[in-house]
Structures are given as structure tokens and as C-alpha cells.
């Protein structure tokens, strides 16, 4: 019966409509954890430096690798502080959501990138894409990062990073409806997925109730 599980396996949430669970079909997480996420990030400082930016931007963004790759100098906002992205998933084109990221990022992606320099030409920097790369090659400068911070499993990927954004964004108390805008969510039932995060995090939720 799909109802029943064995002793000890961990239950698995219950699927969104678009079927997107935060488990996989053995139990395993999808997405890093508060404390995986910060090895990634540390270990990210001594990878080269366009691999450093790309994985500093899906953690800190939440941002899918394909809208990664999509990122253009003149859609980097370093006077507002927030990086505009073309939500990919959407059924029609010229749709964009802003997302704010630390100021760290910000520094990072002018240094490597030289967005302000970009940003003066003509178009400023509408052509110049950060990172002209395929989507494998963005994947396996990704997955080398997480193999050097001694991470696997399904959760060591891109997704994986998505995933750990929206569960860090709950856990910290944002409102789901502002983790939607951020994740470029069509449905808030997608986004309440991340409610369902477990361990730690589940624990950091609870203990905000019990005061």
C-alpha cells in the first residue's frame, strides 16, 4: 500500500499539484541543509572565479540554473541591491522578478564580472551574459564544487540549492507569499512545500512557536 512504510523510513511529504516533493522515492533529502549549504558556500572561495560567482548567485538567489546562465550585466541591480531574473517557467516570455541577494554577491559579481563597466557601454551590458556557458558545463562546475565539499546525493546539485533557499527563506520566517515572488512560483501551493522541511529546520520553525 503506498500508505504504509517500513520501520524507521522517513515519511515523505505529500506532493504539490505540479508533483514536486522535497524527498525522493528512497527518503532522501532534496535539498542542503543550513549547515550544508554554508560548506558549499565556503568551499565555493576556492573554486575559479566565474565557477565562485555561479555558485554563490544559486544559493544566495534560490534562481534555477538555466536563469543563472540567462543573467545578463544590465538585469545586476547594484544600487538596489537585487538581481533580475526571466522566470524561466512561465508559459510566456518578458516576465522578470527581482530578487535581493547580500551585498558579498553584489561585490563578487562586479569584481569577476565587471558589471559597472558592462553597465556603461551601449545597451549596458544587455548582450554580455556572466557566464557564457552551456548548461552542462554550469552543471559540472556546480557538481565540482559540491564534490570538493564532500556532498551527494540528491541534494548535491543545483536543485539542491534552489531547494535549500526556499527552505532557509521559511525557516527564517518569511512570508510564503514573498518566498513565491523570490522562487518565481506560478502557484503558492508550490512554495508551502517547503513547510514540510524536517530535522533542524523543522525544529527551527517549531521553537519560534513555542517562544
Not at 515519511?11 to 549547515?35: C, E, H, I, N, W
Amino acid at each position: 500500500m503506498s500508505g504504509t512504510r517500513k520501520p524507521g523510513q522517513r515519511a515523505t511529504p505529500a506532493a504539490t499539484p505540479g508533483g514536486m516533493q522535497l524527498f525522493d522515492r528512497d527518503g532522501s533529502r532534496k535539498y542542503l541543509t543550513v549547515a550544508e549549504r554554508a560548506r558549499f558556500l565556503r568551499t565555493a572561495e576556492q573554486a575559479p572565479r566565474e565557477a565562485r560567482t555561479l555558485c554563490m548567485t544559486l544559493a544566495w538567489s534560490g534562481c534555477r540554473l538555466s536563469e543563472a546562465l540567462a543573467l545578463t550585466a544590465d538585469r545586476v541591480d547594484l544600487a538596489g541591491g537585487v538581481l533580475v531574473f526571466a522566470t524561466l517557467k512561465k508559459r510566456q516570455d518578458g516576465i522578470y522578478r527581482a530578487v535581493p541577494v547580500p551585498p558579498s554577491l553584489l561585490e563578487a559579481l562586479d569584481l569577476v564580472h565587471g558589471i559597472r563597466e558592462a553597465q556603461r557601454r551601449r545597451g549596458r551590458g544587455s548582450a554580455a551574459r556572466l557566464w557564457p556557458w552551456s548548461r552542462m558545463t554550469g552543471w559540472r562546475a556546480v557538481h565540482a564544487v559540491m564534490v570538493a565539499a564532500g556532498l551527494s546525493g540528491p541534494a548535491a546539485s543545483p536543485k539542491g540549492l534552489r531547494h535549500a533557499f526556499g527552505v532557509a527563506a521559511v525557516s527564517s520566517g518569511i512570508p510564503l507569499n514573498m518566498v513565491q515572488k523570490w522562487l518565481g512560483h506560478a502557484q503558492l501551493s508550490t512554495t508551502a512545500i517547503y513547510a514540510d522541511a524536517v530535522g533542524a529546520e523543522e525544529q527551527d520553525i517549531a521553537r519560534k512557536m513555542w517562544g
